[in-house]
């Protein structure tokens, strides 16, 4: 059996490439800042990014540290059924892309989500649409920042507390300095680093090990991995759609793209976005499956994908493998911090507490904002609460509830928003009772289901018709 | 149960296509460079 500590870095090396990579994110951020003037060049780029950085920043944050860890973690766990389950998240950038392009035809001045759920909705379906972006949000941040705190320890030793808190800080500074620019820019180089250090990493395990002898293996040993009729597997794939569904039509993260895109590029830049990361998932999680071949069985499923890379390339393999998830990570937790803020900003302390403010202390509260989520994330992580998986399957139950009430609020006149609250709420609390009652892998699917079945009531009685021009709401 | 031809075209069609990913993207930023459309 191998340990962590068998192909572990050097902990200095891990810390002078967190200290290098930090010093060139920050740079980059500080140097791309200097063209933000206003709060719309701070928040949304000028609104005016072209395509090529529009599909990798799209390509780029969908691939987190969820698909580096997590895709191997539930290919080792639930076999090909993981990792086919997790491509199939690609469907929610795939079919974002017409919903970007009527998100702003519909707002072409919007700023966020909440602005959509407040303008055709009301106040309460807002509240209950507040609620579940908080804790995803916030849910995904700490399952981020817990991510590097894990990698790094795994892979030099590091303390979880010292790599936790360095990639945070990173990741804060950049953000802090470029905004949405910055995001958006150094999501296209990290983009690049994540891709071409995944298919080397796979290109080095098939040359080394080869296909037919880690199929044999698991054939023999491990043929449950191989089994295309494993319940929980299946089941797990249609949870993973309607998460992943839930995840990017309801957060900020990708409405805050979709505004920011110039012109007609967010449905071609979705749409690509998703077709490249389509096959990432399983390239990873194919990773994972030579584990037993190699006799690794690593203490946590979430750190079989690093363990296996490290084992076949040694030292380079760490370091790849270091740099791929950091990439990762940083692409994602960034992303996750702009919009975020971006949320708090304008729909809480803009559109509640200050409608006023000037242009220079919104983009003030704005920076605020961004640094107190590094703060309230970073004390979250903490205490290492759960595992990368079972935070994010959590997460599924609230964000599968706001697909149905987001599609029929971009489309369909007759959702009101009562029933719009009322699917979202009701959705949230079906996905945790199943959550807890039967399992993380149906979570999502019971929650969207829920929410589906109140949508389509209140599409029948519903006898009032919502009015398109009252989403066009000047900044 | 997957069998290793299925195995093997799975794995191997989804590490050609994530390779393919890096060259599109330099493709479309070069492209957009020129057209001076990058933002």
């Known amino acids: 059996m191998n340990k962590a500590t068998d192909f572990a870095l050097d902990s200095t090396l891990g810390l002078s490439l967190v200290a290098i990579f930090g010093v060139l994110w920050i740079a980059f951020g500080w140097y791309l800042g200097r063209k933000n003037k206003s709060h719309e060049d701070f928040a949304l780029a000028g609104r005016n990014v072209g395509f090529a950085l529009a599909a990798a920043t799209a390509m780029a944050t969908w691939v987190t540290s969820n698909t580096t860890l997590v895709a191997p973690q539930l290919t080792y766990q639930l076999g090909v059924w993981g990792m086919v389950g997790y491509s199939f998240a690609a469907l929610g950038l795939i079919l974002f892309a017409p919903l970007a392009a009527r998100i702003k035809h519909l707002m072409p001045h919007g700023y966020t989500s909440g602005d959509f759920i407040r303008l055709r909705f009301g106040r309460a379906a807002w509240w209950v649409f507040m609620v579940i972006s908080v804790v995803y949000a916030m849910g995904w941040l700490v399952s981020l920042g817990m991510a590097g705190g894990i990698l790094l320890q795994a892979l030099s030793g590091l303390d979880y507390h010292i790599g936790m808190s360095a990639i945070l800080l990173i990741c804060v500074g950049y953000t802090l300095f470029g905004g949405l620019r910055a995001v958006i820019a150094t999501d296209f180089i990290q983009a690049l680093i994540i891709i071409v250090g995944v298919v080397g990493i796979a290109w080095f395990l098939i040359d080394t090990v080869s296909l037919e002898t880690i199929h044999t293996e698991l054939s023999t040993d491990h043929p449950q991995l191989l089994d295309l009729l494993f319940p929980a597997a299946v089941m797990f794939l249609f949870n993973n759609i309607f998460f992943g569904l839930g995840e990017i039509f309801h957060s900020n993260v990708w409405w805050s793209r979709a505004l920011a895109f110039k012109g007609k590029v967010a449905f071609k830049a979705f749409m690509l976005g998703g077709l490249l990361w389509l096959p990432i998932p399983i390239v990873t999680g194919f990773i994972a499956l030579a584990a037993p071949q190699l006799g690794i069985f690593p203490p946590t499923a979430d750190m079989v994908g690093p363990m296996v890379a490290a084992e076949v390339l040694g030292k380079v393999g760490a370091i790849v493998v270091f740099i791929v998830v950091f990439s990762a990570l940083a692409s994602s937790l960034d992303s996750l911090l702009a919009a975020t803020s971006d949320l708090v900003t304008r729909d809480f302390y803009h559109k509640k507490l200050r409608p006023a403010a000037s242009d220079q202390q919104l983009l003030r509260v704005n920076r605020y904002c961004i640094a107190g989520l590094g703060v309230l994330t970073w004390l979250l992580c903490l205490p290492q609460i759960a595992t990368l998986g079972a935070l994010l399957n959590f997460a599924g139950a609230f964000v599968a509830s706001t697909i149905f009430p987001i599609v029929f609020g971009l489309y369909q006149r007759r959702l009101t928003g009562g029933y719009a609250a009322l699917a979202m709420g009701a959705g949230t609390f079906a996905g945790l009772v199943s959550y807890f009652a039967i399992g993380f892998y149906v979570a999502a699917l019971v929650s969207c289901v829920v929410s589906a079945l109140i949508c389509a009531v209140g599409l029948w009685r519903s006898r009032t018709l919502f009015n398109w021009q009252d989403m066009q709401e000047r900044a | ?39």
């Open chain 2, 1 to 39: 149960m997957l069998g290793l031809t299925g195995f093997s075209v799975l794995v191997t069609v989804c590490l050609i296509l994530t390779a393919l990913a890096p060259v599109v993207l330099l493709g479309l930023w070069l492209k957009d460079l020129i057209s001076k459309q990058l933002w």
